[in-house]
């Protein structure tokens, strides 16, 4: 994309710096964006679309078995705040962070003298050339490199009792530009009007 286009599409609430800084790190990416994914301040209580936890609540289906492990919430901040009154109960969708290191392991031993394919495959990734592929650079509460399915969703209930019990260890939590990043990626994942099906 030309980044004229990008730059329409700028949240309008940023301060000018914040903006200025959102900007300048678009502009290098995808070879040094990385350093400012994260955001430092975590002084903000509530639960926001893509906080990482370390205590997430994990299940790979048709598997039944329950697991804690890392975890970034999917759920648009506004969805799952409990001042948004509503008549029913909404729910937190997430997805399991995957280790990378441990993907890289598990593919040289699935695909054996594959080494420039699997190596090409996990530089787009780091990349973010991947359209099912949200990639989590190692920074901040992230003490490896990770990334996340956008096809292996999990949703539980939003409620106080969810809550207490799998998020109170954050990980991280994204800045303007890891955001942006995010809510990219997630358009482009599941709203691309591209399958060239005429439905009349």
Same mark, same amino acid.
């Given at each position: 994309?030309?980044?004229?286009?990008?730059?329409?599409?700028?949240?309008?609430?940023?301060?000018?710096?914040?903006?200025?800084?959102?900007?300048?790190?678009?502009?290098?990416?995808?070879?040094?964006?990385?350093?400012?994914?994260?955001?430092?301040?975590?002084?903000?209580?509530?639960?926001?679309?893509?906080?990482?936890?370390?205590?997430?609540?994990?299940?790979?289906?048709?598997?039944?078995?329950?697991?804690?492990?890392?975890?970034?919430? %999917? *759920?648009?901040?506004?969805?799952?705040?409990?001042? /948004? &009154?509503? +008549?029913?109960?909404?729910?937190?969708? !997430? @997805?399991?962070?995957?280790?990378?290191?441990?993907?890289?392991?598990?593919?040289?031993?699935?695909?054996?003298?594959?080494?420039?394919?699997?190596?090409?495959?996990?530089?787009?990734?780091?990349?973010?050339?991947?359209?099912?592929?949200?990639?989590?650079?190692?920074?901040?509460?992230?003490?490896?490199?990770?990334?996340?399915?956008?096809?292996?969703? %999990? *949703?539980?209930?939003?409620?106080?009792?969810?809550? /207490? &019990?799998? +998020?109170?260890?954050?990980?991280?939590? !994204? @800045?303007?530009?890891?955001?942006?990043?995010?809510?990219?990626?997630?358009?482009?994942?599941?709203?691309?009007?591209?399958?060239?099906?005429?439905?009349?």
């Amino acid at each position: 994309m030309d980044l004229k286009d990008i730059e329409i599409f700028l949240p309008k609430y940023l301060s000018p710096e914040s903006n200025k800084k959102l900007w300048d790190g678009l502009k290098q990416f995808p070879d040094h964006y990385e350093k400012d994914f994260y955001w430092n301040n975590s002084n903000i209580k509530e639960i926001l679309q893509g906080d990482g936890f370390s205590d997430g609540y994990i299940i790979n289906l048709p598997n039944t078995t329950v697991k804690v492990g890392n975890t970034i919430i %999917i *759920s648009n901040s506004c969805d799952i705040d409990f001042n /948004n &009154s509503r +008549f029913y109960e909404t729910q937190i969708i !997430l @997805s399991p962070i995957i280790n990378l290191e441990k993907y890289i392991n598990k593919l040289n031993l699935r695909f054996p003298g594959q080494v420039d394919r699997i190596s090409e495959h996990i530089q787009n990734i780091r990349n973010q050339k991947i359209s099912t592929i949200f990639y989590l650079p190692k920074s901040h509460g992230m003490s490896n490199e990770g990334f996340i399915f956008l096809d292996k969703l %999990i *949703s539980l209930p939003n409620n106080v009792q969810i809550r /207490n &019990s799998y +998020f109170m260890n954050q990980l991280f939590r !994204l @800045s303007n530009l890891g955001l942006y990043i995010f809510l990219f990626k997630l358009s482009v994942h599941f709203t691309r009007i591209q399958e060239k099906v005429d439905r009349n």
